[in-house]
Nanobody, 122 residues
Framework: QVQLVESGGGLVQPGGSLRLSCAAS????????MGWHRQAPGKQREWVAS???????NVLGSVKDRFTISRDNAKNTLYLQMNSLKPEDTAVYYC????????????????WGQGIQVTVSS
């Protein structure tokens, strides 16, 4: 089973930037995509962005002008670059592996990382 570990979160002021990383270890042969979700207190976990083999990406409409998802296959690492952060972006962010065949990203069961806190506050 693939192991995913997020890093790069923390406290940032509104308008600031953070880059989240998700390091993968172990085989991911059953996955053709990876993605990010987030969960704020009192809210459902929501999909944020995903990337599939071939480099195709999808990003949540409310953040698409500010967030960029990418991956470095040589380092087995997924990234989420977050710019112009807003207090509404405050959440625990999770990475996952899964599948995406053009109809949307579906995380695989048991693939979630531990999550990392992002807090945007002045």
């Amino acid at each position: 089973q693939v192991q995913l570990v997020e890093s790069g979160g923390g406290l940032v002021q509104p308008g600031g930037s953070l880059r989240l990383s998700c390091a993968a270890s172990g085989p991911i042969l059953s996955s053709n995509a990876m993605g990010w979700h987030r969960q704020a207190p009192g809210k459902q976990r929501e999909w944020v962005a995903s990337i599939r083999d071939g480099g195709f990406t999808n990003v949540l409409g409310s953040v698409k002008d500010r967030f960029t998802i990418s991956r470095d296959n040589a380092k087995n690492t997924l990234y989420l670059q977050m710019n112009s952060l807003k207090p509404e972006d405050t959440a625990v962010y999770y990475c996952s592996s899964g599948v995406d065949y053009g109809l949307g990203y579906v995380p695989s069961e048991g693939s979630w990382g531990q999550g990392i806190q992002v807090t945007v506050s002045s």
